[in-house]
């Protein structure tokens, strides 16, 4: 039987205009993963035609389309054949190329030897969901955001529109600019501020004007976020890894060659502690004196439940130095996809440049929208209601953590969507995490955040724990399984 009639091709009812695209992009997509092999003879226009049910001007049609395309090659008297010029591996062969060891030369070097960022756990089927870094998105006040999103869609409509500035909107900038002003007393201007797409496009951003590769020292603090890090092994920075403690990132052991520190001081990921006054001063004065700069990631900095907040770094940078980065991914939704960076005047022109060249503007109706979600204080009541949600689920976390798994010690934190526990004893956090899996409840090892093997006397043995997907009056059983997992 010719190979042709082989193929599952599966056409549209009788009489339905789309029979003819149907079978062009069926035969087309048989040609290109090697089902229809080049040189192949096709069958007659006719014989496809009966064959398939279709009218011999369809079939001539199709045809005709693929030799136009160059998918097919018409040998006068001997028939039409698949084109030799456009072999493809099949899909099997493709894969096995791509799971292969040694990665392809093609590849620029870095790329070849990038760790695979860090995976999401699954968001099924778990009957317990505390993953940590997401926000309860039943909560959020669609209805508002779907109003004034319609609002900004009718004002598109009626402008004539070109591609905006690769800084952000001058709206959108103002409003955040009012608004970490207001929530976390960073002093800025609209002009300071670049719009991103997400916390992860500013830290690629950032590692693109402040990295050349093989020379520039960065340090991230370990534990830390992994990618943060790919950013700047993307761009082939040298990397160090720096310790944490209770009191925030270790700036005694920062080498003496660093050029560029990244740090969570508001709310360490994923440990949780703050990073202490005494500790932020250190690490300011080691910028001064290294002329090192430092990006301040405050991912969750608006959630915070008892205490004063410490000043950013940014607050309290007297020499420019300071990146801050935020992203409305925690406070809002993560499909937003819409962060920002609070640069130094020396570097804006760069950072703005940078983002031209990556994919040059955030779509401006999605960032009109945000800037009068902001200005009309939908923002401010969302994160005041918010912030009472989290800290009754926080609290009514500890007690049930306190109650049921005793062995657990939590660490002091009081900010964030997140808590992390120590786990004492033998029983390693990957096995604890995989038990909960097994019984419905995500909980993540503080081990996946490690960027090198720990050393004696540095290991960390815990589990961080989210509560923004889970109800409070889910927690307490979420415990109990967790503390049959533990035993």
Request: charge should be positive.
């Amino acid at each position: 039987m010719d190979p042709v009639f082989q193929l599952a091709i599966a056409l549209p009812a009788r009489g339905s205009r789309e029979r003819l695209r149907a079978l062009h992009v069926q035969l087309r997509a048989a040609i290109l993963d090697g089902r229809l092999q080049p040189g192949l003879r096709l069958p007659a226009t006719r014989a496809l035609a009966d064959t398939l049910g279709v009218s011999r001007n369809t079939a001539v049609a199709a045809y005709d389309l693929l030799l136009s395309e160059g998918y097919l090659q018409a040998r006068p008297g001997a028939g039409t054949y698949v084109a030799d010029m456009l072999a493809r591996p099949a899909p099997h062969r493709r894969a096995a190329r791509r799971d292969g060891a040694a990665p392809d030369a093609r590849l620029a070097a870095p790329w070849r030897t990038l760790p695979p960022l860090l995976q999401p756990l699954p968001g099924t089927p778990y009957r317990h969901d505390l993953r940590t870094g997401l926000p309860d998105p039943h909560a959020f006040p669609f209805d508002v955001w779907r109003r004034l999103a319609a609002r900004q869609l009718r004002a598109f409509a009626k402008a004539p529109q070109a591609y905006a500035e690769p800084q952000g909107r001058a709206a959108l900038r103002a409003a955040i600019a009012s608004h970490v002003s207001f929530t976390r007393a960073v002093a800025c201007s609209a002009d300071d501020v670049l719009v991103t797409a997400g916390a992860q496009q500013a830290f690629d951003l950032l590692a693109r004007i402040l990295v050349t590769p093989r020379r520039t020292l960065v340090a991230l603090e370990d534990p830390g976020y992994p990618p943060l890090r790919a950013a700047f092994a993307a761009q082939q920075a040298r990397l160090a890894s720096v310790p944490v403690d209770d009191e925030g990132l270790r700036v005694d052991r920062l080498p003496a060659g660093t050029r560029v520190i990244c740090v969570t001081p508001s709310h360490q990921f994923p440990l949780g502690v703050a990073m202490s006054a005494r500790r932020r001063a250190e690490l300011l004065a080691f910028a001064r004196e290294h002329g090192a700069v430092i990006i301040e990631d405050d991912y969750d900095g608006e959630f915070r439940f008892g205490g004063r907040p410490l000043d950013a770094l940014q607050t309290l940078d007297g020499a420019a130095s300071v990146f801050y980065v935020g992203t409305f991914s925690k406070v809002m939704f993560p499909a937003l996809r819409i962060g920002f960076v609070v640069a130094p005047p020396w570097a804006q022109p760069a950072l703005a440049a940078a983002k031209q060249l990556a994919d040059w503007q955030v779509p401006p109706m999605m960032q009109d929208t945000l800037a009068a979600f902001i200005a009309e204080g939908h923002l401010v009541r969302h994160v005041r209601k918010m912030r009472g949600v989290y800290a009754q689920r926080r609290e009514t976390l500890l007690h049930a953590l306190a109650r049921h798994c005793g062995a657990l010690q939590p660490i002091a934190s009081e900010a964030g969507l997140h808590l992390s526990a120590h786990l004492p004893g033998r029983l390693p956090a990957p096995v604890a995490v995989e038990r909960a899996a097994d019984a419905g409840l995500a909980v993540e090892a503080l081990q996946r955040y490690r960027a090198t093997p720990a050393a004696r006397g540095t290991a960390i043995n815990g589990l961080a724990m989210g509560y923004g997907l889970i109800e409070a009056a889910r927690i307490e059983d979420a415990v109990r399984v967790l503390a049959r997992c533990l035993r």
